[in-house]
């Protein structure tokens, strides 16, 4: 049985092509897998922006492959600990989604980390993406990114800025706004994206760089402001949002949720999976309840997928090695 380690993927693109070539043919039938219900981790809480996708994504898995796709919600360390669960899973029959930090930086900002997320996961597909929304608490006088900038230098170590945990998408973001200008704002993780926006409705926090589904309904209530958002144009469904590129803030960024399995996947099951989960984004119930979640649907598959982590492991790996952030930062 021959698999396709990440790590192989990643260094020689000659593999690629044959990979693609091979999600292009039909997939041979396979009644023996699965043989039993499948248990698909989800890395963060019930009711988070990657418990919802994954549980679309689950519903069709169920339909589809004929058992069974229970989720299990294991949150806690910004991602790390379920997408631990995911790498080290021995049965044979699970698979998760993870974000960006625990499936791609989080061994540079831990090397004691359990895992090793180029060695230990295979990516499947990236599912959906969400560009970040730049918010502050209304308490804060600043109504563009400039202003925060000016208002911040002004008031040293005054402010501070939540996301769900150290080398998570939002605090590497706010940490290379902050580090770009010169800011002392104070990094204070929360265990969930819900929580953690909470804490800036409620004036607790004051800045957080947070997904567009995360934070939009608090932005159209007026209980968060928002400055800028991190896609490469203005978003769709929040058009009067400057773009981060808009405001000279460097380059745009997403965050995203993609499906994973352990590094012993074979190859004709990993192509299985990658089909049908684009097969789930495709319906169009499911692309509706995601477009207004916030979600920009990708479905892509397992060579696409390898290429993004690879480029932002380039991006965000520099950064996290100069500023030197660990897991307590």
């Avoid at 831990?110 to 209304?138: E, K, T, W």
């Amino acid at each position: 049985m021959t698999h396709l380690p990440r790590r192989a993927l990643l260094a020689l693109p000659a593999l690629l092509p044959g990979l693609a070539a091979a999600q292009a043919q039909p997939t041979p039938a396979q009644p023996a897998w699965p043989n039993r219900p499948l248990r698909l981790i989800v890395p963060f809480p019930g009711g988070s922006t990657p418990d919802l996708a994954a549980r679309l994504v689950a519903a069709h898995f169920t339909q589809a492959l004929g058992q069974p796709c229970v989720v299990d919600n294991r949150a806690g360390g910004g991602g790390t600990i379920g997408t631990e669960a995911i790498a080290r899973a021995t049965d044979d029959h699970t698979i998760g989604v993870s974000i960006g930090g625990p499936a791609t930086t989080a061994r540079a900002i831990n090397p004691a980390l359990g895992y090793d997320p180029a060695l230990d996961l295979i990516p499947i597909s990236q599912l959906v993406r969400q560009p970040m929304v730049f918010s502050v608490h209304p308490s804060v006088p600043a109504r563009s990114l400039a202003e925060l900038v000016a208002y911040a230098r002004a008031n040293p170590g005054k402010l501070n800025y939540a996301s769900v945990g150290a080398g998570t998408a939002g605090h590497l973001a706010m940490a290379e706004f902050a580090a770009r200008h010169g800011l002392d704002m104070a990094h204070i993780p929360f265990r969930s994206v819900p929580q953690s926006v909470t804490e800036l409705v409620a004036g607790r926090v004051q800045v957080m760089a947070a997904v567009t589904g995360a934070v939009l309904p608090q932005v159209r209530e007026g209980t968060v402001r928002a400055l800028g958002i991190s896609s490469e144009a203005r978003f769709a469904l929040a058009p009067e949002i400057p773009t981060l590129t808009e405001q000279n803030e460097g380059a745009a960024m997403w965050t995203w949720v993609g499906l994973f399995a352990p590094k012993d996947i074979p190859n004709a099951r990993l192509a299985r999976l990658a089909a049908e989960a684009g097969r789930a984004l495709a319906a169009p119930e499911a692309k509706r309840a995601l477009t207004a979640a916030g979600f920009d649907v990708v479905g892509s598959g397992p060579v696409e997928f390898t290429t993004l982590l690879g480029a932002e492991i380039e991006r965000w790996v520099p950064l996290i090695r100069r500023l030197g952030i660990r897991p307590e930062s």
